[in-house]
């Protein structure tokens, strides 16, 4: 599903001084149904890694293949498509638009792919189902608690059945029940067979995926093994 091999970025330099290097030979491997946190301090790369494995930024250097294609050089328009076509993202924020209800939010992604009136509702509806907010489909993100809105937009992230469920800080801004919420929403998808990627600062909330990525100083390493880099065929 994702593999990583030999991934360095750095920023171009400001001025007269030299690049800023955040990644440095990055090594993974993330399966198919996996659910996978990368974990690591403020500043630590984890943003520039997401931007990478989100297709919204290119690695100076190395290869990244998602679902067994190269995407490492591909350019804007290309990775726009892969972005619509296999990853659904979470953010911190929710990101929701508040003049619409819930369900409107949810289908509105399938309606910039062109997807029927009906449809949509459908599949919209579908997806409030699988974070149990069905019965809320119609109000607005202003008339829901936190956990609930960044349920929404995990359903917004579902309703195109996206290969890759990618979430930078989805508990961020949550309280310790809307958290819970969120990370049981999680498990359950995980459950039925999603891909799940969560970045964090809180190993509390890493500590609910399969397994965690330690993200520190610009080195990504496997919590529990030693230094060792993967070269079987992609
Ligand atoms: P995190 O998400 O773990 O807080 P980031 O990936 O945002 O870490 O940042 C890692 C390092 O890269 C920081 O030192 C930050 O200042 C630097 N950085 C991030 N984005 C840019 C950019 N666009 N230009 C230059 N430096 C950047
Ligand atoms: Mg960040």
């Given at each position: 599903m994702i593999v990583m091999q030999g991934i360095s970025k750095s920023y171009p330099p400001k001025r007269e001084e030299i690049p800023v290097p955040v990644l440095n030979d990055v090594n993974l491997r993330i399966r198919p149904g996996e659910y996978v946190a990368f974990v690591g301090p403020s500043g630590s790369g984890k943003s520039t890694l997401m931007n990478i494995l989100g297709c919204l930024d290119t690695p100076s250097s190395g290869a990244y293949f998602l679902d067994g294609v190269d995407?490492?050089?591909?350019d804007g328009d290309a990775l726009c498509m892969v972005r619509r076509e296999k990853i659904g993202f979470v953010f911190q924020g929710y990101q929701l638009l508040g003049k619409l209800t819930a369900l409107e939010n949810v289908a509105f992604p399938l309606m910039l792919r062109g997807i029927s009136e009906e449809e949509r509702s459908r599949r919209a509806m579908e997806a409030l189902r699988r974070v149990a907010l069905d019965k809320r489909a119609s109000h607005k993100p202003c008339e829901l608690s936190g956990g609930q809105q960044q349920r929404v937009a995990l359903a917004r992230a579902l309703c195109y059945s996206p290969k890759l469920l990618l979430c930078d800080e989805?508990?961020?801004?949550?309280d310790e029940q809307s958290r819970d919420e969120i990370l049981t929403t999680f498990d359950r998808l995980h459950q039925s067979g999603h891909t799940i990627v969560i970045i964090t600062h809180d190993m509390s909330v890493a500590k609910r995926a399969m397994r965690r990525y330690i993200v520190d100083g610009g080195g990504v390493l496997e919590e529990g093994r030693s230094r060792t880099i993967d070269r079987s065929p992609v």
């Open positions: 995407v490492s050089h591909l989805p508990t961020g801004a949550l």
